[in-house]
C-alpha cells in the first residue's frame, strides 16, 4: 500500500496549505498520511528542513513547497 509522508513544521503557511492538498487526494485515494515535524528528527532536518514542506511517497521525494493536487493523485495511482 502506497504512503504518503508530509513533511512540516509548526508555523509554517506553506505547510497547511500542503496538508489540505495532500489530506483531500489521501482521502480520493484512500492512501494513508504520516505526518511528520522536520524538527524533531535531525536528519529530516538536515535534508529536507529548508524544503518544507516536503511529500514523500514510500519514502521518495515527490515535491515541495507547493503541492500539486493532481501531479500527486497520478503519482499515486500511477
Known amino acids: 500500500?502506497?504512503?504518503?509522508?508530509?513533511?512540516?513544521?509548526?508555523?509554517?503557511?506553506?505547510?497547511?496549505?500542503?496538508?489540505?492538498?495532500?489530506n483531500a487526494v489521501a482521502g480520493r485515494t484512500g492512501v494513508q498520511v504520516t505526518e511528520l515535524n522536520v524538527d524533531?528528527?535531525?536528519?529530516?532536518?538536515?535534508?529536507y528542513g529548508d524544503m518544507v514542506p516536503v511529500v514523500l511517497i514510500d519514502?521518495?521525494?515527490h515535491g515541495y513547497f507547493r503541492i500539486d493536487a493532481d501531479r500527486l493523485q497520478r503519482a499515486i495511482q500511477g
Not at 1 to 18: K, W, Y
Not at 40 to 47: G, K, N, S, T, Y
Request: hydrophobic share 40%; with cysteine; net charge negative.
Open 40 to 47: 524533531d528528527d535531525l536528519e529530516l532536518r538536515a535534508e
Open 1 to 22: 500500500m502506497t504512503q504518503i509522508s508530509l513533511l512540516t513544521r509548526p508555523g509554517c503557511h506553506l505547510c497547511a496549505d500542503a496538508r489540505a492538498v495532500v
Open 59 to 61: 519514502g521518495v521525494q
